[in-house]
Nanobody
């Protein structure tokens, strides 16, 4: 599976952005998908993960109520809608995939495929 993330940019605090992650291959519906981020000088952390069917989702506490994730399996694409952005959301955002069903894993080490990352910068 090859992943291509897009949609990052520079915004003001309170603005919204939508990130997209397009996957290659014909078995996208077999993969749990996740969004992770890495801020300067910090370790990469999970933002949100969703199951292969989209029925199960797990959010980091820091983004609950502000971010949503959706996937359209017919388009091999997963989206991250980010609302009410804060300066602390500034990071490089990565999408990731792992072939599994049921509850999506939340640990970075459990994801086998990674996109190249897209920069999100939120200014105050």
């Amino acid at each position: 599976v090859q992943l291509q993330a897009s949609g990052g940019g520079e915004v003001q605090a309170g603005d919204s952005l939508r990130l997209s992650c397009a996957a290659s291959g014909q078995t996208f519906s077999s993969y749990a998908m996740g969004w992770f981020r890495q801020a300067p000088g910090k370790e990469r952390e999970v933002v949100v993960v969703t199951s292969s069917s989209g029925d199960y989702t797990r959010f980091a506490d820091s983004v609950k109520g502000r971010f949503t994730i959706s996937r359209i399996n017919a388009k091999n694409t997963v989206y991250l809608q980010m609302n009410s952005l804060k300066p602390e959301d500034t990071a490089v955002y990565f999408c990731a995939a792992t072939k599994t069903f049921g509850q999506p894993p939340a640990r970075e080490s459990e994801y086998d495929y990674w996109g190249q990352g897209t920069q999100v910068t939120v200014s105050s």
